[in-house]
């Protein structure tokens, strides 16, 4: 069943088209993952979805509803939550106060908490510190965390392996599998072995298009097509 769709997008950013047409089915469960090379369009995809920039032709439709016009804040109350980059995670507040104020309501489902702990032993370790004070790692747990504090249908993840070290790569890929159980996640990713681990299917964006979509199966078996769509072997 598709969960989300984009369907003849377009994004401008100023006076520039980022995103040309992109039409896209992410389908329910499992991780989607979407790659491609640096400055392809990725994270504005992401963030078109999310209404941070509005795509204007075009739409996104979540379970067959129309959510282009909606802000930001809407679209979270829909069930849909967004890990960017730069993780969004407050260096000033605890640990604690971060996943506060990713709640509905400023207080935990113990369970859920519980869960997050059992993903992210460090998160329980360092509840009354401050998160600047984490580490890179730390710091993306947290921000992961924030998505999951409420229940979720989809989440989208832009680079969350970027600049972390391979042990802490390994423990994200062991919570990924096990958050997208329940919940569908949109990975954006570098890391084309994190993501060939994790992904079921994947699409590749180029010059703000889709290049290419299908199984992460069939695409890993390919390697002259990763090498003409990703420059894998350069």
């Known amino acids: 069943m598709t969960l989300l769709s984009l369907k003849s997008m377009q994004t401008n950013i100023d006076q520039y088209a980022v995103l040309h047409d992109v039409t896209l089915d992410i389908p329910e469960g499992g991780v989607f993952v979407l790659l491609g090379r640096n400055g392809a369009g990725k994270t504005t995809t992401l963030r078109s979805i999310m209404g941070l920039w509005k795509p204007s032709p075009g739409s996104v439709h979540f379970r067959g509803r129309d959510i282009s016009g909606l802000h930001t804040a809407e679209i979270a109350r829909l069930g849909i939550a967004f890990v960017p980059e730069n993780m969004g995670i407050f260096g000033g507040l605890t640990v604690q106060e971060n996943l506060v104020l990713a709640t509905a309501n400023g207080s935990f489902?113990?369970?859920?908490?519980?869960?997050?702990?059992?993903?992210?032993?460090?998160?329980?370790?360092?509840?009354?510190?401050?998160?600047?004070?984490?580490?890179?790692?730390?710091?993306?747990?947290?921000?992961?965390?924030?998505?999951?504090?409420?229940?979720?249908?989809?989440?989208?993840?832009?680079?969350?392996?970027?600049?972390?070290?391979?042990?802490?790569?390994?423990?994200?890929?062991?919570?990924?599998?096990?958050?997208?159980?329940?919940?569908?996640?949109?990975?954006?990713?570098?890391?084309?072995?994190?993501?060939?681990?994790?992904?079921?299917?994947?699409?590749?964006?180029?010059?703000?298009?889709?290049?290419?979509?299908?199984?992460?199966?069939?695409?890993?078996?390919d390697k002259d097509l990763q090498d003409s769509l990703l420059s894998l072997s350069a």
């Open 109 to 221: 489902d113990q369970d859920r908490l519980e869960r997050i702990w059992r993903l992210f032993p460090a998160l329980e370790t360092f509840w009354t510190k401050a998160a600047w004070s984490l580490s890179g790692g730390q710091k993306q747990m947290l921000a992961v965390a924030r998505a999951i504090i409420e229940p979720r249908e989809l989440i989208l993840i832009d680079e969350p392996t970027k600049g972390l070290a391979p042990s802490i790569v390994d423990a994200m890929a062991e919570a990924f599998r096990e958050i997208s159980n329940n919940t569908t996640i949109l990975l954006v990713e570098q890391n084309f072995e994190f993501a060939r681990a994790l992904g079921r299917d994947m699409a590749v964006i180029d010059d703000g298009r889709i290049a290419h979509t299908g199984t992460m199966s069939n695409f890993v078996a």
